[in-house]
């Protein structure tokens, strides 16, 4: 009996939903919040409003576009946390509805865990080719940034952390500076690509171990921009695609100088990214860079596969009905929840 997991991903801003049938992508749909963008950043309440409008018609989407109904589906997953509360409730909600309905089983996801099992998620007429355990992990999102070792499906170890902000959120926060609209980091590398990303310098912290810190850079890159623009009102507007370029390379500077520590210190060449900055393609392109240089294994999600989707919930939510684990209907989102 082929396994059908219907996915659901509500965390943040997208509501999305999927379908996985042994392991296969037989539907993927994102509906993108568009009301945030004049707020300059996610506004929790309207997120979840959104999500209750959208989540209905996703899933109709998805289960329509996998050519299937809800009554062969074989669970049903959602993501459990780490994100916005009431934007969880809302899927984590439809998904309990779903499965006490449909008298199937729940299966609760990490949203963390499941972009990095989104490498293990097969495609009809593409050749995937997936990482083998272990393998080094670079997840950077919106709100997390990780080094890890990945020793199987669900079983890793972080290596190295952010002690302030995300990388997602130096973009972002960067992007703000300049003026652009929420979220910035698409933008950001989009600017990036007509400009010169050595003109400008900014310093890159020293941080111990793996661990990462990108508070100190946010700052930086507001004082420049506040000395700049007291010179010349018109700076960024003159000089915005270096700006961008000339972040972004230090962003991603800093996250690959500590990939490159953490592949000397463990010897594992097989290298994974993670997460909506994944998409960035300054980081895609030292990555590659680093993989010629070293002898890497490189594995990148697509970008629709990088960013926010339900696939990887219903990837994920496959893996562990496979592994028998299950959800109760009183299992409950956490804002945050450590992988
Ligand atoms: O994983 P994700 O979609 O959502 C979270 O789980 O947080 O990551 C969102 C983050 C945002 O900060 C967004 O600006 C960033 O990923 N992002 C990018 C790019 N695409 C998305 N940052 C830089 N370059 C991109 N192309
Ligand atoms: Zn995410």
Same mark, same amino acid.
């Given at each position: ?155 890793? @170890? *972080?290596?190295?952390? #952010?002690?302030?902000? +995300? ?9 703000? %500076?300049? /003026? ?121 999600? @697509? *970008?629709?596969?990088? #960013?926010?989707?339900? +696939? ?9 009905? %496979?592994? /028998? ?15």
């Amino acid at each position: 009996m082929p396994v059908f997991i219907l996915g659901i991903e509500s965390s943040c801003d997208d509501t999305a939903a999927a379908v996985v049938k042994d392991g296969v992508l037989l539907s993927n749909i994102v509906a993108n919040q568009e009301v945030h963008r004049k707020y300059g950043g996610v506004v929790p309440e309207l997120a979840s409003r959104a999500h209750q409008q959208n989540i209905v018609p996703v899933v109709d989407q998805a289960l329509k576009m996998a050519g299937i109904k809800s009554g062969d589906l074989s669970a049903v997953a959602f993501t459990r946390g780490p994100g916005l509360l009431g934007s969880l409730l809302v899927g984590s909600s439809f998904a309990k509805g779903f499965a006490l309905a449909g008298d199937i089983p729940l299966v609760e996801v990490n949203h963390l865990q499941a972009h990095i099992l989104v490498h293990f998620l097969k495609q009809t007429g593409r050749d995937v080719s997936m990482p083998t355990f272990p393998f080094l992990c670079l997840l950077v999102s919106g709100g997390h940034t990780q080094l890890m070792v990945v020793r199987d499906y669900l079983e890793l @170890e *972080i290596i190295g952390k #952010t002690i302030d902000d +995300a990388a997602g959120e130096a973009f972002d926060k960067s992007a703000k %500076l300049m /003026g652009l609209p929420y979220p910035g980091g698409p933008l950001v590398d989009r600017y990036a690509r007509d400009g010169n990303p050595d003109a400008f310098a900014f310093t890159k912290p020293v941080i111990k171990d793996l661990d990462y810190s990108f508070s100190g850079l946010k700052t930086a890159f507001l004082y420049f921009i506040r000395d700049r623009l007291k010179e010349n009102k018109d700076f960024i507007e003159q000089n915005r695609n270096d700006l961008c370029a000339s972040i972004q390379k230090t962003i991603v500077e800093i996250l690959t100088d500590k990939l490159e520590k953490a592949f000397k210190q463990t010897g594992i060449n097989q290298v994974a990214l993670a997460g909506g900055v994944s998409a960035n393609s300054g980081l895609r392109e030292r990555v590659q860079w680093l993989a010629r240089k070293h002898g890497w294994e490189v594995f990148i999600p @697509e *970008i629709n596969l990088s #960013t926010d989707n339900a +696939a990887m919930i219903a990837m994920t939510g496959y893996v562990k009905f %496979l592994a /028998g684990k299950f959800a109760g209907l009183d299992s409950s989102p956490m804002a945050r929840l450590p992988i």
